[in-house]
């Protein structure tokens, strides 16, 4: 069901066709041939907008007639893909996607035929298969279009060559892989892979969340960030630490601020006490992750903790000098951050809070879109979708369904969502009408990814086996 939420924003200055001016490409933009060719991190930019700018090669009028093919691979993907146009593999060029495997392969898959590249398989594959010991993480590309960069259950990052698959370094970021997950997609900024750690089903102590950089060059470990014992700067051992908890697991992960290279991360439950434990908070740190910038949690941190209700559940959302932070506990709070700014604790003090789409726990990233006149939001769980408009600093819904969805995508005015019950649904982003749907297999964390006139989606999260869609 597509609802209005507010007759208010049929009237200017949120008239419908403002909104739709502002959310579509202008005609003289809507080139035939593609010009957003790259995806090369989840989230599309280091502040994981997932908004690419550009044209995709994907129209309102052709997305109804695209074509599905499918690419059988050995592992199931529970993460969403990446996407290098024209890179060369085995010495030919190839549109190629990469995909992350929950026991840690690494498969590089040209996008066109369906052929399977290369496949990297970790020393641990053989041990963890079929184990609680996964990994949900995407890979990113370095700049350089060359390598990329993949986590696995192992507790390990690894540098792989684009051209064969060959391991250019490995580097571990726990001391404790059987308790610290690698959950979060991986992130490149200035110079430095960014990656995060949580916990594994059932928060099975000990753990604690922290945010690793490494040098791409050579993977050493140059920082961490540790959300609880946060005055010590090291990898610790978490039995090394008197609290357990905190972890940074959000399908988004680090959220980067793209003008100054701030990091910006939520943790799940733990102690939070504004000094050294920073459970169910929102934390920005400088680009190498050695100071706390600013903070905030709830005024109910301590029951949040104590039911399982994450504020950590899905990662800051950056809107332009405010802050959007959903939850497990259904509700998405809007921040002026520079309120929270500073290392002393900010308890409280939020803008504005609304409800979750469906009003259940958020466990999706959100994707932003700015511009010239507006910030939107836009926002799913696993009961709707909807769109915000930023104003004022508080958000005003313009749209919204009843139909669940993980990570969204918004390109070329429309809003690609995915249902991980089975199905792929394309809206019209400045109203909310259905454009298209298409059947697809069950999944779970898994999300979409619109380039190069493709849409890509790992499915079937539940074999051993896995399937990777794309329409074009």
């Known amino acids: 069901m597509l609802s209005m939420r507010n007759p208010a924003l049929l009237l200017a200055p949120f008239a419908a066709f403002a909104i739709e001016a502002a959310l579509h490409i202008p005609a003289s933009h809507r080139a035939p041939s593609a010009t957003v060719t790259d995806w090369p991190r989840f989230g599309y930019d280091v502040a994981r907008t997932s908004a690419p700018r550009g044209t995709t090669g994907i129209t309102a009028s052709t997305v109804a007639s695209l074509h599905r093919a499918q690419v059988e691979i050995d592992g199931a993907v529970d993460a969403s893909a990446i996407y290098l146009h024209g890179v060369t593999v085995r010495g030919a060029a190839h549109d190629a996607l990469f995909v992350t495997t929950t026991y840690g392969k690494t498969i590089a898959i040209d996008a066109d035929s369906g052929t399977v590249l290369w496949e990297y398989t970790p020393e641990s594959y053989q041990t963890l298969a079929g184990t609680y010991r996964i990994t949900t993480a995407t890979p990113v590309a370095d700049p350089d279009r060359a390598s990329i960069y993949a986590a696995s259950p192992d507790g390990m990052i690894q540098k792989l060559a684009i051209a064969d698959g060959r391991v250019l370094w490995r580097s571990a970021i726990t001391r404790y892989p059987a308790r610290e997950k690698i959950a979060s997609p991986l992130n490149f900024d200035r110079g430095h892979v960014i990656a995060t750690t949580g916990g594994y089903i059932g928060d099975a102590p000990p753990y604690q969340g922290h945010v690793a950089i490494l040098d791409p060059a050579t993977g050493r470990l140059l920082h961490v960030w540790n959300a609880l014992c946060s005055d010590r700067h090291e990898l610790m051992d978490p039995n090394k630490c008197p609290e357990s908890g905190a972890a940074i697991w959000a399908r988004a992960g680090a959220v980067i601020d793209a003008s100054t290279g701030n990091l910006f991360v939520a ?74 700014m500073g290392s002393s604790p900010h308890m409280g003090g939020e803008k504005q809070i609304v409800a979750t789409p469906g009003g259940t726990g958020m466990f999706s990233a959100m994707a932003v879109l700015a511009t010239d006149s507006a910030t939107y939001l836009f926002a799913t769980d696993k009961a709707g979708t909807e769109t915000f408009a930023l104003r004022g600093g508080a958000l005003a819904s313009l749209w919204k369904v009843d139909s669940a969805g993980t990570s969204p995508v918004v390109a070329d005015g429309m809003l690609f969502v995915y249902d991980a019950r089975g199905t792929l649904r394309v809206y019209d982003a400045p109203s909310g009408k259905e454009l298209a749907r298409y059947e697809a297999g069950e999944g779970h964390w898994n999300s979409p990814i619109v380039v190069d006139g493709k849409i890509i989606l790992p499915t079937d999260t539940r074999g051993s086996a896995g399937t990777v869609m794309i329409w074009r």
């Open 267 to 340: 943790t799940g439950n733990g102690r939070w006490d504004g000094r050294t434990h920073w459970g169910d908070a929102v934390i920005e740190l400088d680009p190498d992750a050695t100071r706390i910038l600013g903070d905030y949690t709830p005024t109910n941190t301590a029951q949040l903790d104590a039911a399982d209700a994450d504020l950590g559940s899905t990662a800051p959302a950056l809107l332009g000098g405010f802050v959007a932070q959903g939850g497990k506990d259904r509700e998405i709070r809007v921040l002026d951050w520079k309120t929270m």
